[in-house]
């Protein structure tokens, strides 16, 4: 049974459309990331769930009962919404101690004190603050102070639980501790909860399903592994770091894989992921991330080796990014320092490489309008990708 059910759901900020007909499931005790690039709309929606926003389209069901329904003018106000939210800014009461923050939710609902401070014990214990309550809120760290703010959303028990981009005030380290806290408690819970995201680590981690959004639009939602390995559009393959992207044809389906030829091309790749939807003629973009490109050996008899000049190498830390050119394309590839000597042709800068038949994906190019937004994304390399983007 969906818990948070979202239909045809649009919001309109003057001219700006922030949230455009988005539909969305959610199953009792899932974890749904909405992760996408700064004013995809994602709080938006969140805002929308919460009753912080009034859509201008579309309904929302939480717990099986219908929260909003634009089509019969129907919006229940937010204290009347079965929700518990968590937001960036940990909006706690400066002037109260940590059990009385955590508790004042239930004290609002009227609940006597004795019973209300049990509760609140009992979610502090949760979090991992139970030792914490009677200090003041203001002698707590970032990390506790936020843990405190998770505690005090969890006390209601509340069927959906709201986050939007809960760590983001957090240090780099203190964001990771609390990913793995955050995924125990929602293992421990079982609550519905939805995640506002513009960390695709964090979103990975922690979520049964993403829903990807750009533009106010959600444009794929599935399991990490069905985002990550199957982009639907370019510009989600993009989004998720797929560094190498080129234009190309399929030009045979068969048992060992699927044989695409990157436009400009004199050899073709063996992509051994299935081409859902895809026949032989059609037209795809072909994404593989630079990961997935290797220095290989002629003597080996193996699929997608390739002779590449190598134009540019840059060693990163953990890695060595290498800038490449086979047939005229551009491809970034990237290798563990480790492993980061390549094999040299007879020229210094030749080199024999190899693409992962298992790390292609192959997604239609449509007829759809490109954006010409560009995807910001801090973990893409913004590398050598190629193509005209004239289609998504
Ligand atoms: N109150 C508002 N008034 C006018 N425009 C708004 C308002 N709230 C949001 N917007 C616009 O709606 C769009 C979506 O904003 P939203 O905050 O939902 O995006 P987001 O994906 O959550 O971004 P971020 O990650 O930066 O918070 C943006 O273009 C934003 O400028």
Not at 368 to 374: I, M, N, S
Request: glycine content about 10%.
């Amino acid at each position: 049974m969906s818990i948070v059910r979202i239909d045809d759901l649009t919001k309109r900020f003057g001219g700006v459309t922030a949230v455009d007909r988005v539909s969305l499931d959610i199953g009792d005790g899932e974890f749904v990331a909405l992760l996408g690039p700064s004013g995809c709309g994602k709080t938006t929606t969140l805002r929308c769930i919460a009753g912080l926003e009034s859509p201008d389209e579309g309904s929302i069901q939480l717990g099986g009962g219908t929260v909003v329904d634009r089509s019969r003018g129907y919006e229940l106000p937010p204290h009347k919404r079965d929700i518990g939210m968590v937001f960036q800014s940990y909006a706690l009461w400066p002037h109260m101690t940590v059990v009385q923050n955590v508790s004042y939710p239930l004290r609002l609902k009227r609940e006597r004190k004795q019973a209300a401070r049990a509760k609140a014990m009992d979610a502090l214990e949760l979090v991992g603050l139970a030792d914490y309550a009677p200090r003041s809120v203001s002698a707590l760290s970032g990390g506790q102070q936020q843990r405190v703010a998770l505690a005090r959303a969890l006390v209601r028990e509340p069927s959906v639980l709201l986050l939007d981009e809960p760590l983001s005030n957090l240090d780099a380290a203190l964001r990771t501790q609390m990913r793995v806290e955050l995924k125990r408690i929602h293992e421990q819970t079982r609550s519905t909860m939805v995640y506002v995201t513009h960390d695709q680590e964090e979103a990975v981690s922690m979520s049964d399903r993403i829903a990807v959004m750009h533009g106010g639009r959600a444009v794929q939602v599935g399991t990490p592994r069905e985002v990550f390995d199957a982009p639907s559009t370019r510009w989600v393959a993009e989004f998720l770091g797929y560094e190498n992207i080129l234009p190309g044809r399929i030009e045979a389906i068969g048992g060992a894989g699927t044989e695409v030829r990157p436009d400009g091309w004199d050899a073709g790749l063996l992509c051994a992921r299935p081409a859902a939807g895809c026949s032989t003629g059609d037209r795809v973009w072909i994404a593989v991330r630079s990961t997935a490109i290797g220095f290989g050996d002629r003597s080996a008899d193996r699929p997608n080796l390739l002779d590449a000049k190598v134009l540019r190498s840059t060693f990163l830390g953990t890695v060595t990014e290498h800038e490449v050119s086979a047939f005229g394309s551009g491809l970034v590839v990237k290798q563990l320092t480790a492993d980061g000597v390549r094999p040299t042709g007879a020229q210094a800068d030749e080199a024999v490489i190899r693409v992962d038949p298992t790390q292609i994906a192959l997604i239609p190019i449509t007829d759809e309008p490109a954006t010409d937004e560009p995807v910001t994304n801090e973990s893409t390399t913004g590398g050598l990708a190629t193509g005209n983007g004239s289609a998504s």
